[in-house]
């Protein structure tokens, strides 16, 4: 069963603007990861936020994590029409191996 | 490889029929982990394997699933007697050392195998 929730579950936005996904977990974490999928592929890691981290910056990604309030958020910034995707968050539950607990996933389209 | 290779990237079956789903880890890569993606859902964890060790298969649904990573490389999931439910991309992942070893890495993904089942 999930764990995670994201929100919104769906996203559409015209190029060069900002987009902010939301996603909530229920257990205490080690980290707190996002990934990308595009349509009838794998995952792609794009940031790993540690549990002792607020905010973390890569290229045009910003992520932040309350861990109080068990929520994150990532934020891609100026998007553009390849960022077109479904974006998932993953916790890996404070497990020794980290196994992920992923989020259903936000559907971003970016029209050009 | 470079990357996670699965095989077959589609497999149809008819209902009755098992079916195997290969992996090919990243080279090296010591733990590895197989989740199911249904339509429209996030990946959900199935089973865990550290080197040859299968670790964790709390998420395996139910006896009809089996893997195996004999020579902790290659990974095999065998679904027994396939039902319409089982139906769904099955993903694998690996990463390069245990959490134990060193926190806070990624999972590399292959692009899942989508399993039809009739």
């Not at chain 1, 764990?3 to 769906?10: I, S």
């Not at chain 1, 996203?11 to 977990?25: P, R, V």
Request: with cysteine; net charge neutral; proline share 3%.
């Amino acid at each position: 069963s999930q764990q995670g929730e994201e929100d919104p579950q769906a996203l559409s936005i015209q190029e060069g603007e900002n987009a902010t996904m939301n996603c909530s977990y229920k257990t205490s974490i080690n980290n707190l990861q996002w990934y990308r999928q595009n349509s009838g592929r794998g995952l792609v890691h794009l940031i790993l936020i540690r549990s002792n981290e607020r905010e973390k910056h890569s290229g045009r990604l910003r992520v932040t994590l309350d861990t109080s309030k068990k929520s994150s958020s990532l934020l891609i910034t100026a998007s553009r029409a390849a960022d077109t995707a479904s974006y998932f968050c993953a916790t890996d539950g404070g497990t020794s191996y980290g196994k992920l607990t992923f989020g259903q996933g936000t559907i971003l389209t970016v029209h050009p | 490889g470079a990357g996670v290779s699965q095989s077959p990237r589609y497999k149809v079956a008819k209902r009755g029929q098992d079916v195997a789903l290969r992996c090919d880890p990243i080279s090296g890569h010591v733990s590895l982990f197989w989740y199911q993606q249904a339509l429209g859902q996030g990946p959900e964890f199935l089973t865990y394997f550290q080197n040859e060790a299968q670790l964790d298969k709390s998420g395996l649904p139910s006896d009809r699933f089996f893997a195996e990573r004999p020579e902790g490389s290659v990974s095999t999931l065998k679904i027994q007697r396939t039902q319409q439910e089982d139906s769904a991309v099955y993903l694998c992942a690996s990463s390069l050392l245990t959490l134990a070893e060193y926190s806070n890495q990624p999972q590399h993904f292959g692009d899942g195998t989508r399993l039809s089942i009739l």
